[in-house]
């Protein structure tokens, strides 16, 4: 199926531990996304990717690295992980974002719970 | 800067009444605007897109919105609801730089 899948969907793991979420995309899209959805469900963009080039970093700590090793794919690697770090994180991706049709598609999600 | 405001928290609506979800835009610039729907425990859906041309943009599942510039909103509305309509529904714009900026959200809440 064409999709933007997201790995693992759940996650729970102790205060300072490090994790990663992995997002893959099959749609042929240049640009990918991390946003993450707090417990209050607002949404807010965290890093996006252009063609393995970071183009957005909308002042995340330096604990939390994405890292891109082709365009279908965008990580999330979250160091010394916080309990304010508990959240969804969702993986979108879409065309570059210069086109007029830059619908984006999202992942499933994965939620993040930090003990 | 670029935003979205969305007026209404939560909306509890009876199944088969029509609803409309309001959301107002704030930019300077050329305006795209989105409604995304969560459905429980799920990603995000595109319901529907303003980018230009015609003020009234239809969408999957019999959502339709009206793009007002000159009161600077984007509402969502649907005719008759259905009690699998419950979800939590998101107004979107987008910056040049592709970011999506969401609005605080609405759950509409569908009750038989």
């Known amino acids: 199926d064409t999709a933007v899948s997201q790995t693992p969907k759940y996650l729970v793991t102790q205060m300072g531990n490090d994790k990663s979420i992995k997002c893959e995309q099959n749609?042929?899209?240049?640009?990918m996304y991390w946003y993450k959805q707090d417990s209050k469900k607002f949404l807010k963009i965290m890093f996006s990717y252009n063609n393995k080039e970071l183009i957005i970093n909308e002042t995340v700590p330096n604990r939390f690295s994405p890292k891109s090793p082709d365009k279908a794919h965008l990580n999330l690697h979250i160091n010394s992980l916080e309990l304010g770090d508990s959240a969804v994180y969702f993986c979108?991706?879409?065309?570059?974002?210069?086109?007029?049709?830059?619908?984006?598609?999202f992942g499933p999600g994965t939620r993040l719970t930090v003990l | 800067a670029q935003s979205v405001t969305q007026l209404d928290s939560q909306v509890p609506v009876f199944e088969e009444a029509p609803v409309e979800l309001r959301c107002n835009y704030s930019?300077?610039?050329?305006?795209?605007l989105f409604w995304y729907v969560q459905y429980p425990n799920q990603g995000l859906q595109l319901l529907l897109k303003?980018?230009?041309?015609?003020?009234l943009v239809k969408g999957i599942n019999g959502f339709e919105a009206e793009f007002n510039k000159s009161q600077t909103s984007f509402h969502l509305r649907k005719p008759s609801v259905h009690i699998s309509d419950t979800a939590e529904y998101f107004c979107a714009t987008q910056g040049n730089t592709g970011k999506l900026i969401f609005g605080q959200g609405t759950t509409l809440q569908v009750k038989p």
């Open positions: 749609l042929g899209h240049d640009t």
């Open positions: 303003y980018l230009s041309g015609s003020t």
């Open positions: 930019s300077s610039v050329s305006v795209y």
């Open positions: 979108a991706s879409s065309q570059s974002p210069g086109q007029t049709n830059n619908e984006q598609f």
